[in-house]
Structure formats: structure tokens, C-alpha cells
């Protein structure tokens, strides 16, 4: 499988904007749920891949400048909206930068959280 950018089914009126996120579109079962809010201008989140963890990215509001580089060398670049979303696989490099104000990032995980399983070097995840 390969990364893919996804758009969430939403639904907005009057009310507002709603997200649903229906679990079959997730292929993987979650143990782990964090997000990424308040992120200081000019400030990246992520600058690492995983071994073996792989993650379901949200944007739930704001925007977001996403920069994701595969193990074999293709790179997937673009603005994120409110609503789009992505799969993470494994040894993906993933920068996130350009956070608006009011930018929230919602992380899924298929494992808890274990510093060992993280590459955060970039020269590292390039020889491998």
C-alpha cells in the first residue's frame, strides 16, 4: 500500500462544518490518539519516520503544509484543509510546517508509544 491522500466525508451548513470518520477507512487498528495544536509560527512537527509504527493524519482545522518522503525516494508534497487526511506507512519521512493559528492535526496510531521504534535522523532513514 502506498501513502494516499484522503478527503474525510464532512458536511457543512449553517451549523458549521462536521467530520466523519467512519473506522473501516482506517487500515489499522488504533491504539494510540494525539494531536498537534497551537504550533508556534515557523515551528515543523514530525522530522522523523518510524519503524514500525504507522499513522492516519487529520486536518481538522487550519492549514498545513505536509512534505512526505517514501522509503524509495518519491516525495508527496501539498497544503492541507480541513478535512483531508493521509496514511502514514512505515519509513515515510514526514515533515508538517506552515501551521495556521488555528491549525488542529489529529494522529491516529496503530501502536503506543515507544521512542526506540523512531528514526529521527535524516541521514539514517536515507540509508536505509
Same mark, same amino acid.
Given at each position: 500500500?502506498?501513502?494516499?491522500?484522503?478527503?474525510? %466525508?464532512?458536511?457543512?451548513?449553517?451549523?458549521?462544518?462536521? +467530520?466523519?470518520?467512519? =473506522?473501516?477507512?482506517?487500515?489499522?487498528?488504533?491504539?494510540?490518539?494525539?494531536?498537534?495544536?497551537?504550533?508556534?509560527?515557523?515551528?515543523?512537527?514530525?522530522? @522523523?519516520? @518510524?519503524?514500525?509504527?504507522?499513522? =492516519?493524519?487529520?486536518?481538522?482545522?487550519?492549514?498545513?503544509?505536509?512534505?512526505?518522503?517514501?522509503? %524509495?525516494?518519491?516525495?508527496?508534497?501539498?497544503?492541507?484543509?480541513? +478535512?483531508?487526511?493521509? @496514511?502514514?506507512?512505515?519509513?515515510?519521512?514526514?515533515?508538517?510546517?506552515?501551521?495556521?493559528? %488555528?491549525?488542529?492535526?489529529?494522529?491516529?496510531?496503530?501502536?503506543?508509544?515507544?521512542?526506540?521504534?523512531?528514526?529521527?535522523?535524516?541521514?539514517?532513514?536515507?540509508?536505509?
Amino acid at each position: 500500500m502506498t501513502t494516499t491522500w484522503l478527503d474525510i %466525508d464532512t458536511s457543512i451548513n449553517e451549523r458549521g462544518l462536521m +467530520g466523519i470518520l467512519e =473506522f473501516p477507512i482506517v487500515p489499522f487498528e488504533v491504539k494510540r490518539l494525539f494531536w498537534l495544536s497551537q504550533v508556534p509560527a515557523g515551528e515543523l512537527r514530525g522530522e @522523523h519516520a @518510524h519503524r514500525s509504527c504507522e499513522q =492516519f493524519i487529520i486536518l481538522l482545522t487550519g492549514s498545513v503544509h505536509c512534505r512526505i518522503e517514501l522509503r %524509495d525516494g518519491q516525495v508527496i508534497e501539498g497544503d492541507m484543509s480541513p +478535512g483531508n487526511a493521509f @496514511h502514514l506507512q512505515t519509513f515515510s519521512w514526514l515533515v508538517l510546517s506552515q501551521f495556521s493559528k %488555528d491549525s488542529t492535526v489529529l494522529v491516529l496510531a496503530n501502536e503506543l508509544y515507544d521512542e526506540t521504534e523512531y528514526i529521527r535522523s535524516y541521514d539514517e532513514f536515507k540509508s536505509r
